[in-house]
T-cell receptor
Framework: DTEVTQTPKHLVMGMTNKKSLKCEQH?????MYWYKQKAKKPPELMFV?????LSINESVPSRFSPECPNSSLLNLHLHALQPEDSALYLC?????WGAGGELFFGEGSRLTVL | SQELEQSPQSLIVQEGKNLTINCTSS?????LYWYKQKYGEGLIFLMM?????EEKSHEKITAKLDEKKQQSSLHITASQPSHAGIYLC????????????FGKGTKLSVKP
C-alpha cells in the first residue's frame, strides 16, 4: 500500500463554518506534511509533523489548525477562513523527517471558501 | 532563502518530439526532485538526484544534475500525450532535508 488518501476531494464552506480535511497513510511513515497550492502556483509548505509532533509551522494563520492524532492520520481543522484561502490542500508523507528522499503526495482536497 | 527557477514556463510539442525542461537553483542543491502534476491533482514523484553529475532515467524521461549542483534538466524523448502535465522541480529547502520547496512549474502540452 503506497497511497496517501485525502478526504474530502472537494469542500465548499462559508467564512463562518468549521470543517476539517483528513489525510491517511499506512506506509509506516513518521513524517507528514500539509502543503497549500494556489491556482497556477507551486505547492507551499504549511506544516510538518514528525513522530506526531508539530515540527514546522510556516507562519500559517491560526484559522488553520493541524492535528496528528496518530502516526497514520493528519487532520487540518479550518475555521473562519477567508476567500483567499481557497486552494488545493495537499498532504504528503515520508519515512522520516530530515533524511531527504521523496515525499508521497495525496490527490489533494480542493477547498472553496465563499 | 533558496529559489528555484524553471524554464520554460510552458511548452507545446508535437507528439514524438524531444524536449528539455530546466531548473536552476539560487543555492547549492542537496537534493533535487522532479514531480509531475496533472491539473488539480496530487504530485507524482519522478526522480531524485543528489550527487553532482548524477543522471537517472525512467522509461523515456532522463534527469541530470550538473557538477556544481545548481542546475538540473529533465529530458523527455519521443514525447507522448501521456507526458502532458505540469513538471515541478523541488529541492530540500536551505539544505534542510525534508522540507521541499518547488519551482513554479513547466506546463507541457503534447499535440497528437
Amino acid at each position: 500500500d503506497t497511497e496517501v488518501t485525502q478526504t474530502p476531494k472537494h469542500l465548499v464552506m462559508g467564512m463562518t463554518n468549521k470543517k476539517s480535511l483528513k489525510c491517511e497513510q499506512h506506509m509506516g511513515h513518521r513524517a507528514m506534511y500539509w502543503y497549500k497550492q494556489k491556482a497556477k502556483k507551486p505547492p507551499e509548505l504549511m506544516f510538518v509533523y514528525s513522530y506526531e509532533k508539530l515540527s514546522i509551522n510556516e507562519s500559517v494563520p491560526s484559522r488553520f489548525s493541524p492535528e496528528c492524532p496518530n502516526s497514520s492520520l493528519l487532520n487540518l481543522h479550518l475555521h473562519a477562513l477567508q476567500p483567499e484561502d481557497s486552494a488545493l490542500y495537499l498532504c504528503a508523507s515520508s519515512p522520516i523527517w530530515g533524511a531527504g528522499g521523496e515525499l508521497f503526495f495525496g490527490e489533494g482536497s480542493r477547498l472553496t471558501v465563499l | 532563502s533558496q529559489e528555484l527557477e524553471q524554464s520554460p514556463q510552458s511548452l507545446i510539442v508535437q507528439e514524438g518530439k524531444n524536449l528539455t525542461i530546466n531548473c536552476t537553483s539560487s543555492k547549492t542543491l542537496y537534493g533535487l526532485y522532479w514531480y509531475k502534476q496533472k491539473y488539480g491533482e496530487g504530485l507524482i514523484f519522478l526522480m531524485m538526484l543528489q550527487k553532482g553529475g548524477e543522471e537517472k532515467s525512467h522509461e523515456k524521461i532522463t534527469a541530470k544534475l550538473d557538477e556544481k549542483k545548481q542546475q538540473s534538466s529533465l529530458h523527455i524523448t519521443a514525447s507522448q500525450p501521456s507526458h502532458a502535465g505540469i513538471y515541478l522541480c523541488g529541492a530540500d529547502a536551505g539544505g534542510s532535508q525534508g522540507n521541499l520547496i518547488f519551482g513554479k512549474g513547466t506546463k507541457l502540452s503534447v499535440k497528437p
